[in-house]
């Protein structure tokens, strides 16, 4: 099956600095990605839908100078989180879409935890 | 909007009790509909899915019945393990592989 990996798996890094998530589809080709946050015990949210060779269209709420994010290639994503605060600390997850006939699926990546000091 | 609501639990069985995590959704036409377990400390790994009305996905004992009457897809498993220990997420989309809604997850705890 189609397979999503991101990287780092876990980072920390104090306030102020600025960290890159990558977010590759390993085995397809995916014109569109998306990036998720996910607070302790809490559910998945949808933060910005990333398309190849545009700019991302972000989520209402979703601050698009601070999270940063390029989808230069048909396999790599990367969320930017700028100038990184506490308030940042969270599991961001990926995931990538592939065409199956006349249908498309997601496929979701293992995560980032990101834990900012 | 689209949405899906799940029992939140938290769900303590003991080992080899029988299971049901409720789910219902809204949407507009007809999504596809899954569940997703995410262990500790772990991503989002998907369960089983199900893309049209009364399909059945299954996976390591688990089944879910896609059903367009009462707009749900409620989570079964005959026999719990404590090794199914994780929160199970429901989740439904478009058939264009976006708009993913997620519920908000319910933690399930087996004792041995």
């Known amino acids: 099956g189609a397979v999503v990996s991101q990287h780092p798996s876990r980072v920390i890094c104090k306030s102020g600095t600025s960290v890159k998530i990558e977010c590759r589809s390993l085995?397809?080709?995916?014109?569109?990605m998306f990036w998720y946050r996910q607070f302790p015990k809490q559910s998945l949210m949808l933060m910005a839908t990333?398309?190849?060779?545009?700019?991302?269209?972000?989520e209402q709420g979703v601050e698009k100078d601070k999270f940063l994010i390029n989808h230069a290639s048909l396999t790599l994503s990367t969320l930017t989180v700028t100038s990184a605060h506490p308030e940042d600390s969270s599991f961001y997850i990926c995931s990538a879409r592939d065409r199956l006939g006349a249908r498309y699926e997601q496929y979701f990546g293992p995560g980032t935890r990101l834990t900012v000091t | 909007g689209d949405s899906v609501t799940q029992m939140e639990g938290p769900v303590t069985l003991s080992e080899e009790a029988f299971l049901t995590i409720n789910c219902t959704y809204t949407a507009t036409g007809y999504p596809s509909l899954f569940w997703y377990v995410q262990y500790p400390g772990e991503g989002l790994q998907l369960l089983l899915k199900a893309t049209k009305a009364d399909d059945k996905g299954s996976n390591k004992g688990f089944e879910a019945t896609y059903r367009k009457e009462t707009t749900s897809f409620h989570l079964e498993k005959g026999s719990v393990q404590v090794s199914d220990s994780a929160v199970y997420f429901c989740?439904?989309?478009?058939?264009?592989?976006?708009?993913?809604?997620f519920g908000p997850g319910t933690r399930l705890s087996v004792l041995p």
């Open positions: 989740a439904s989309s478009d058939n264009y592989g976006q708009n993913f809604v």
């Open positions: 085995d397809f080709q995916a014109t569109t």
């Open positions: 990333s398309n190849e060779g545009s700019k991302a269209t972000y």
